[in-house]
């Protein structure tokens, strides 16, 4: 050894420089050894339990703290807080403090300092620092629970340094009518939620009934034990908020957008996206709709038909899918395509695309399926085109769409006014001509002279099965006699023409209003159960909508509220594909109020054709309600 200031040598044991007469200042042994050497093992080894006790302390901290700023509340809540502080403060409450402090979601660093640990409890400080200069102190109290740190109590001191602004509080607004919406959804406070939380431009385009169907068709809506929000944004009067329900269950995704009306935050659109694993699922039908795409540019249009389905090809032969695609010169002239993230629908892929070219940008919509194993094309729906748009000043093609739709029927209603019945044959599509002949038609209309006699009619629902679209309502005699009517309408070489007509027995309306019975009815179908075996109670068993064609009965439980003893419902099946149906099965209600009534339907002798069947259940026939199943 030798001294640090003149170089002489040393022995180990010398304190001063013989040369010099300098202290000498040895080099210190390891801090773990000096502890054992000084205190002795038992406390060295408690002081190295505290240091890893801390280390683990500071990550459960830092760890909730992400958790929290990423909007995972889920985990933050249920991955580390104790079970002490879930017993005092549920997630909800849980959820309104951390909306409280918008600091908790906008901080840009954490800095923990004053950690102590004593036993199983700790204490720290977290000191968090946002972008626009403002600070807060959150208190951490934490309790070692499975010989994990969990957090048994929280505390935040927010304050501002001078001169800087408020927290926005944009966040906590933007999403509190997603938040009151699946409130007021688990609680069954569906037309408050939807006059009180969606916007006047949602409440324009969908009715409450058409709300209340979306919200039946998924019902995680109503069942979602807790969500955590994934994304957000806002900018001006627009905003965008995706949330997961059920976060490690189901992990369904569900999009919002919001805009603000009166400066509140108002649901202007919401969509049910799926499973938020399913990824491989979504670059499935992108890579589907990217190809055909591709293929579409280059002009090969024979081999982009090979990414339609089946079914669709039966329905729209090569022919007809190559006058489609020249309709629209974007298919095959685009500079960009742009493909939105889809989402699935009752087993149904949709996502749109954008394609842009120097005449404008048109939207085109896609419907996919699964076809053994692999996503293909079940439907393509023009929404918007600079070529539509200049002989169709229309905003919303799809309106334009509908009134094509009853351009036609009202087309064919007044050629039966004129009994012109011959130019009312031609709106007929070329299927319905082949299944009935002129003079079947003749003697159809005779059947019903409420088609001749009639002075108006009212239609209100549309709906699709397939490439198929069904016009409900009724028709006005001179006489108030209404009779029930369902036009099925398909496209024929380009143009919609009548493929169905179903008529029900007409009523008559001047009775309706006098007869307090069917005034104050207010009879409703609440819900339909189907499948192949029931019960010794008449009760079904394993619930379907999906039925093969070599299933024996089919078993329905229709399930009816508010209803009169003695009261008649009835049934009609229908095969939509074909236009078939078997007669009406009439039922009485036995009791006042809930019933539940059992029906059986045997299959034809060669079993059940494939395609989209629709159950009609109604009462005094002037309420009803229709169902949908399939067979495959």
């Known amino acids: 050894m030798f001294c640090s200031h003149c170089g002489a040598s040393l022995t180990q044991e ?11 200042k040895k080099k210190p042994r390891s801090i773990w050894k000096s502890i054992f ?56 409450k849980f959820k309104e403090f951390i909306r409280s402090f918008p600091i908790l979601q906008s901080f840009k660093k954490v800095t923990l300092a004053q950690i102590n640990v004593e036993d199983n409890l700790g204490d720290v400080k977290a000191i968090l620092q946002t ?84 919200i039946l068709k998924n ?16 900018e001006g009067d627009k905003g965008s908020v995706t949330i997961i329900l059920n976060p490690g269950q189901e992990g369904t995704l569900v999009q919002y957008r919001l805009t603000k009306e009166n400066e509140t935050w108002k649901i202007a659109e919401m969509r049910v996206l799926g499973s938020a694993g399913n990824a491989n699922e979504s670059a499935g039908m992108i890579r589907v709709v990217r190809e055909q795409l591709e293929d579409l540019k280059k002009n090969q249009i024979n081999k982009a038909y090979e990414f339609i389905s ?11 899918y190559q006058q489609f695609i020249q309709n629209y010169p974007a298919f095959t002239n685009h500079s960009v395509a742009n493909i939105n993230e889809p989402y699935v629908e009752e087993g149904i892929g949709r996502l749109t695309v954008e394609l842009k070219n120097d005449q404008g940008v048109t939207l085109v919509e896609y419907a996919l399926g699964e076809e053994e194993g692999q996503w293909r094309v079940k439907g393509i729906h023009v929404e918007e ?24 029927i009202q087309s064919f209603l007044g050629a039966l006014r004129g009994q012109n019945l011959k130019k009312a044959y031609q709106y007929t599509s070329s299927k319905f001509q082949e299944e009935n002949s002129f003079k079947n038609f003749e003697d159809f209309i005779k059947n019903h ?118 009261e008649t419902v009835d049934l009609l099946l229908r095969h939509v594909d074909s236009g078939s149906s078997i007669p009406v099965v009439k039922n009485e209600l036995s009791d006042n109020g809930d019933n539940m009534l059992s029906y059986a339907f045997s299959p034809p002798p060669a079993g059940w054709p494939k395609g989209t069947y629709q159950l009609k259940a109604s009462s005094n026939n002037s309420v009803f309600k229709t169902y949908t199943f399939k067979v495959e």
């Open 131 to 214: 972008s626009t200069d403002t600070d807060g102190e959150l208190l951490y109290k934490l309790i070692k629970e499975d010989n994990k740190w969990k957090v048994l109590g929280i505390q935040l001191i927010e304050f501002q340094k001078t001169g800087s602004e408020e927290p926005s509080t944009a966040t906590a607004a933007l999403i509190s009518p997603i938040e009151n919406l699946l409130s007021a959804l688990q609680s069954n406070d569906w037309l408050p939620a939807y006059k009180n939380l969606t916007s006047q431009e949602f409440q324009d385009h969908t009715s409450f009934e058409a709300f209340k169907a979306f």
């Open 310 to 320: 089946e079914d669709l090809k039966k329905d729209t032969p090569l022919a007809t």
């Open 14 to 24: 010398a304190q001063f420089c013989p040369a010099c007469g300098q202290s000498i």
């Open 449 to 566: 002279p409420e088609f001749v006699k009639h002075t108006t009619s009212s239609f209100e629902k549309l709906s699709f099965n397939n490439n198929i679209a069904t016009f409900a309502g009724e028709i006005i005699h001179s006489e108030n006699i209404a009779m029930p009517v369902e036009f099925d309408l398909i496209q024929d070489n380009g143009k919609w023409r009548i493929l169905h007509i179903f008529v029900s027995p007409a009523i008559d309306t001047s009775k309706q209003q006098t007869t307090p019975a069917i005034k104050n009815s207010t009879i409703e179908f609440s819900k339909i159960v189907l499948g192949s075996k029931i019960d010794d109670h008449g009760i079904v068993i394993d619930p379907t909508e999906l039925f093969k064609t070599g299933t024996d009965d089919i078993y329905v439980n229709l399930y009816v509220r508010n209803g009169k003893a003695g």
């Open 37 to 92: 050497a000084v205190l002795g093992i038992g406390l060295a080894l408690f002081l190295i339990a505290a240091y890893f006790y801390s280390d683990d302390l500071e990550s459960t901290v830092e760890s909730q703290l992400v958790a929290i700023k990423n909007n995972q509340l889920t985990e933050a809540y249920y991955g580390f807080t104790s079970k002490e502080f879930q017993a005092s403060n549920s997630f909800e």
């Open 219 to 234: 019902p995680i809506l109503t069942r979602a034990n807790h969500y955590d929000f994934k994304e957000h944004s806002a």
């Open 385 to 408: 085109s600079p070529e539509t748009s200049k002989t169709v000043q229309e905003k919303d093609i799809k309106n334009f769409k509908t009134r094509e739709l009853m351009d036609v």
